[in-house]
């Protein structure tokens, strides 16, 4: 018998390319603070995560590079100072701030906003991944363990492999 699985978040977006370049180490859910046209916008689905990082700056958490365009049935009279890409506040707890930035003095490490998704209550939730790059060498292997991977699916689906 199967357990039955619940998703209690909706994924908004999700951060495809890091996992070809970084190699996982530790994960965190994170608030984030935003104003309301912000959410909107995050909510009908135009946000882009692609170069979000996550940064440690006067002991609090702070993701660069988030880009979230001004909702469409927002003004921009009423908004004239809005950046896309400014800098947004992490919500996270003292202890679990402490374990991060443990992790995060270590050499080749790097904290980056993987994905973003509404949890219950409908809030706005931040998941940070913090990686280690991977090398050239490291990214080819995984290449080649697909193909061959892949190469075999192939075969066996024809026939040839028994």
Known sequence: ???????????????????????????????????????KSIKSGHINLSDAIVVLQWGELWVVGLDIPLYTKTSPILVPWYQPKRKRKLLITKRELA?????????????LALE???????????????????RKIEKKQIIKERTIEKEMRQSIRRGQLQ
């Open 1 to 39: 018998m199967q357990e039955k699985i619940i998703i209690n978040y909706s994924m908004i977006s999700k951060n495809k390319r890091a996992f070809f370049d970084y190699e996982i180490v530790a994960e965190w859910t994170v608030g984030i603070v935003l104003a309301g046209h912000e959410v």
């Open 99 to 111: 374990k991060l930035a443990s992790r995060l003095d270590k050499p080749g490490i790097t904290a």
């Open 116 to 134: 973003i998704f509404i949890a219950r209550g409908g809030f706005l939730k931040i998941k940070i991944w913090v990686w280690k790059l991977k």
